[in-house]
């Protein structure tokens, strides 16, 4: 069974700075391009970042220049290092692996920026 645990989330003030990181099963990990994807209350998921197998990252506009996405191939995790946070980052965000044969979702991890 596919897992991706995710960890990080938590409340942060405005300006402020998290971390998160998302471990998956070997296997999947190097077949897959991973991603961030985040949902606000009464939104529809969007991207945030992805990084392909290949080395390419990709980011949501909002985000450039704010959050960094890193891939570490030997311990099989994809980290999301967010700064410069702002109220409307406040957010459920979402791990997600996939290539064109499957796409798997984490649980899910509360990032709340608020004072």
Do not use: H
Not at 56 to 63: C, F, G, K, P, Q
Not at 86 to 105: G, I, L, M
């Amino acid at each position: 069974q596919v897992q991706l645990v995710e960890s990080g989330g938590g409340l942060v003030q405005p300006g402020g700075a998290l971390r998160l990181s998302c471990a998956a099963s070997g296997s999947i990990f190097r077949r897959s391009t991973m991603g961030w994807y985040r949902q606000a209350p009464g939104k529809q998921r969007e991207l945030v970042a992805t990084f392909t197998r290949g080395g390419i990252t990709n980011y949501a506009d909002s985000v450039k220049g704010r959050f960094t996405i890193s891939r570490d191939n030997a311990k099989n995790t994809v980290d999301l290092q967010m700064n410069s946070l702002k109220p409307e980052d406040t957010a459920v965000y979402y791990c997600n692996a996939r290539d064109v044969q499957f796409s798997y979702w984490g649980q899910g991890t509360q990032v709340t920026v608020s004072s």
